[in-house]
C-alpha cells in the first residue's frame, strides 16, 4: 500500500511538472498583453515561479536530508579505513564545504547585483573562502548543523530561483559581473541553478553516508552495498524530470 501511494504522489508530480511550464507559458500571453498594468494573468505569473522551486525543497527535505542506514555487522573484507577513508572523507567534505559556499555567495552576489547595485560585493580571496570552507566543514560534521545547512542550501535554491525568475520576466541580461556568469558552459541559468544543486544533492548523499552515527568515530565506514544506491537514483529520476520542466519553460 505504501509502495502504491508513493508511486501515486510520483505520477501526480511528474505529470504536474509536465503541464505546468504549458500552463505558464499560456498566462505569460496573457500577461504580455497588457504588461504595463497588474492584472490577475501578471500576479499569477510571477507567483508561478516559486512553484517548482518550493515542490523541489519540500521533496528535498523530505527524502534527501535525513538519511538512514543499515548498521550490518562490519566484516574485515567490506570495510573502508585507514588512508582511503582518509582520501574520501576529506575530498568529500572539501568539495561539499566549497559548492555550499560557492552557492551561497552566488545568492548574495545576486541580491546585490540586482537590487543594491551601489554596493560592490567582492570575490572572497583564497583566505577567506578557505575560512567559509572551514566553517562549513564544521557544521556539517555535527548532525544538527548540517540538517540546519541543508535547510539553508534549499532556501538558497529557491532565492535564486526567484532571482533568475525575475530576470527572465524582466529580460535583464547577465554579463561578468555576475558571479554565476563563470558558470555559462550553459546558457540556461536554471539549469545552472539545478545542477550547482544536483550536484550539492549528490555530494551531501555521499557525506551522510561515511558519516552515519559512529562511522568516523570508529574510522570505519562499511562499503556501500546495492541498496545504497537508490538514494542516487531516485535523485537523478527527480531531478531529471525538473530538467525538462526547466527545458520546457525555456
Not at 539549469?191 to 570508529?218: C, G, H, M, Q, R
Amino acid at each position: 500500500m505504501i509502495i502504491k501511494n508513493n508511486t501515486t504522489k510520483l505520477l501526480v508530480s511528474i505529470s504536474f511538472l509536465l503541464i505546468l511550464p504549458f500552463v505558464q507559458k499560456q498566462w505569460f500571453n496573457l500577461y504580455s498583453l497588457n504588461i504595463n498594468d497588474i492584472s490577475f494573468y501578471s500576479i499569477l505569473y510571477y507567483l508561478s515561479g516559486a512553484i517548482c522551486p518550493s515542490l523541489v525543497y519540500l521533496n528535498s527535505l523530505k527524502n534527501y536530508t535525513y538519511y538512514s542506514f543499515t548498521k550490518d555487522k562490519i566484516r574485515s573484507t567490506k570495510i573502508i579505513k585507514g588512508k582511503r577513508l582518509l582520501f574520501f572523507v576529506a575530498i568529500n567534505l572539501i568539495f561539499l564545504s566549497y559548492l555550499i559556499a560557492d552557492y551561497i555567495f552566488i545568492n548574495f552576489d545576486l541580491i546585490f547585483n540586482l537590487f543594491l547595485e551601489e554596493i560592490n560585493v567582492p570575490k572572497p580571496d583564497i583566505p577567506q573562502l578557505s575560512f567559509f570552507i572551514f566553517l562549513i566543514s564544521i557544521l556539517l560534521i555535527f548532525k544538527k548543523s548540517r540538517f540546519l545547512l541543508k535547510k539553508i542550501i534549499l532556501v538558497n535554491f529557491i532565492l535564486i530561483s526567484l532571482y533568475l525568475w525575475h530576470l527572465q520576466i524582466n529580460n535583464i541580461s547577465v554579463d561578468e559581473q555576475f558571479h554565476i556568469y563563470r558558470y555559462f558552459g550553459l546558457n540556461d541559468l536554471n539549469l545552472i541553478n539545478l545542477f550547482i544543486l544536483v550536484a550539492i544533492e549528490i555530494s551531501f548523499y555521499t557525506w551522510s553516508f561515511l558519516s552515519y552515527k559512529t562511522n568516523l568515530s570508529d574510522w570505519i565506514v562499511p562499503k556501500p552495498q546495492i541498496g545504497d544506491v537508490i538514494p542516487f537514483l531516485n535523485i537523478f529520476i527527480f531531478y531529471f524530470f525538473i530538467f525538462i520542466y526547466y527545458s520546457i519553460l525555456t
